[in-house]
């Protein structure tokens, strides 16, 4: 009986999430004329790549029980220094993207440090992170910087051809993303010890895994996603600018959360938060077909998700076996 | 350092001073930047039948702030947090604006009342969804209130129909920029909150009650506090010092603009009560903490302005501040630091 409880709060959630998907896909379909075309799916990654490395990054952070409210400003600073090292320092992309990246990781590392080994709440460790890392893409410039890089323009127009459509070289990075975090989450020993540090982490500790080096390598992990996403938003966007990505955090968070990942940590997949990204992605494409309704429509049906989502949780976790002790 | 935390278990005063020595190290060292940026920075002078000078309009811009930070410190000392304010702000700046902009220019005072009341009804209301969704129904508080902060910018943009709504009733702009007796109104507001709010903790059981939520809730629970009302109507309080943001802002500057009015005050707010010495885990506040806080934020801000960096820089400065003030209240911290000294020592 435990079992099937424990299997309904892992699965319910991503199967509410897959049939609001459809549900949601067939309302387009029945109210717009081409919204069932091919292409149209193919932008919602084209168009959410960014949000989706990013939320990929994020999933593995909530799975430990964190959170990490940096991953906008992070992604922002890392589009602003990709645009000033090749822009105005004539620095090559073989070597800005790299070096960016670890910037990324590095800003992962000190938020992972301060939380683990300092033992400070993850939401203001990374609340502070990401007023540092805006302020500092603020110090690099507070103009937007136009990338004209001839590399970056050849990716940035490039298309991956389908047969049934294009994808951009993000969209193309995105879906190694989730394919690499899945991997991760399921056939590594850091993978594992995240599931056990976010289910409970006095018994990982004592079962002699690894857990202050796996709570410090998620943090690890999400600002290197952070910058991923960055260097997928440069050529997305074409610029670099401090003000990118502004509310990104939440619609991570968001994606996640709707993906049936628990916040409390030690249950979700990556590829739940696949599914919560597309969500996402669908409900702003119903709304651009639509045409009437206006852009902050979405944050508020996003909201409304997340409240939805999180109620839901709740519940499930008063029915299921945490709950029952109480 | 042994003597030291002796002789503050001796007298329980000391450590409340104590905690607002870095606060007031802070707010002192960035005066001194401040004087030497521009030199009549510390001169207050009496123009137009008002105190004038810089520091007044630093104590004055600090209003909306102060406040915000008193009712997030509440909120934090029984273990929550709420990142709503800043979109509660400007949900509050919306009503007002659009309940005035709709009775026209000439309105009479009645007017100027129905929107001060209908934006901290509304402001009320937000924090009583917040309470209801920590309280009442379990969330975390982090995301319970990331679900108001993520709509609520909606929901402002709804109001004011995706405009900067411009106010024109002249009587609506005292509240920001008016004065009382020569002083900011806004600041005796803030000052007016602040005196209700130290009675209500220190001259009933209130104090007590939050401190015991905070420190334990389960055992204030048993002990028969009645945690739970408690901390909703910290949550609705919460919300209520944002909704008089909201106002003093959006008559500063005689508009709404749903986008942008409050934008990043959460983490100004959590800041303020952070650099008070409130623990952000909760058990305890100080209130003359939190208030010099927002003082030394907004002298950070106004020195990073007179002092000719990029105006947002102050971000990065806000995020060491954040690292520093965290990493002094951290105990694995001061461990690490107390050992470094005793080897130097050895």
Known sequence: MNLRRHLDARLLPLAITIALF???????????????????????????????????????????GGIDLSVGAVMALTTMLSASLVERHGVSPLVAIP????????????????????????????????????GLAFLISTESISVTHAVYQQLAAARLPLGIGSISVGAAVACMVVAAGIWLAHATSFGRTVYAVGGDEAAARLMGLRVDRTL?????????CAALGGVVMTLYMLSGYSLHGSGLELDAIAA??????????????????????????????????????????????????????????????????????? | MTGASEA????????????????LVALLALAIVGTLTSPGFLSIGWRDGHLSGQLIDVLNRAAPLMLVSLGMMMVIAVRGIDISVGAVVAIAAAVAASIIGAAGKDAGAGALFA?????????????????????????????????????????????????????????YSYLGNGHLFGIPFALVLALLVTVALVLALARTALGLFVRAIGMNPLAAHVAGVRARPIAFGLYVFCGLTAGVAGLITSSNVMSADGNNAGQLLELDAILAVALGGTPLNGGRYSVAGTLLGALVIQLLTTVIYSSGLP????????????????????????????????????
């Open chain 2, 311 to 346: 105006p947002q820089a102050n971000l990065a400065f806000k995020a060491l501040l954040v690292f520093a003030a965290m990493l002094l209240q951290s105990a694995a911290f001061r461990d690490l630091l107390r050992r470094a000294g005793g080897t130097r020592r050895a």
């Open chain 1, 216 to 224: 410090v390598g998620v943090y690890v992990l999400s600002g290197f």
């Open chain 1, 99 to 134: 070096l960016v990246l670890a910037v990324g990781a590095l800003f992962g590392l000190l938020h992972g440090v301060l939380i683990q080994r300092f033992g400070l709440q993850p939401f203001i460790v990374t609340l502070a992170g990401m007023f540092l890392a805006r």
């Open chain 2, 115 to 171: 929107a001060i009341a209908g934006a901290l009804g509304v402001a009320a209301l937000c924090g009583a969804w917040n309470g209801l969704l920590v309280v009442g129904a379990g969330m975390q508080p982090i995301v319970a209130t990331l679900i108001l902060m993520i709509a609520g910018r909606g929901v402002a943009q709804l109001i004011t129909g995706g405009q900067i709504i411009t106010v024109y009733h002249a009587p």
């Open chain 2, 8 to 23: 503050t278990s001796r007298r329980a005063d000391h450590a409340g001073l104590r905690q607002l020595l870095a606060p």
């Open chain 1, 256 to 326: 996640v959360v709707i993906g049936g990942t628990l916040l409390r940590g030690g249950i979700g997949y990556v590829a739940g938060t696949f599914v919560g990204v597309l969500i996402l992605g669908v409900i702003q494409t119903l709304i651009v077909f639509d045409g009437t309704l206006s852009s902050w429509w979405t944050r508020i049906v996003a909201g409304a998700l997340l409240l939805a989502f999180c109620l839901l949780q709740r519940f499930l976790e008063a029915r299921g076996p945490g709950g029952a002790r109480h």
């Open chain 1, 22 to 64: 459809i549900a949601l896909v067939a309302a387009g379909a029945i109210r717009y004329e081409h919204f069932l075309a091919p292409q149209v799916f193919l932008n919602l990654l084209v168009d959410n790549a960014f949000l989706c490395i990013v939320a990929v990054g994020m999933t593995f952070v909530i799975l430990t």
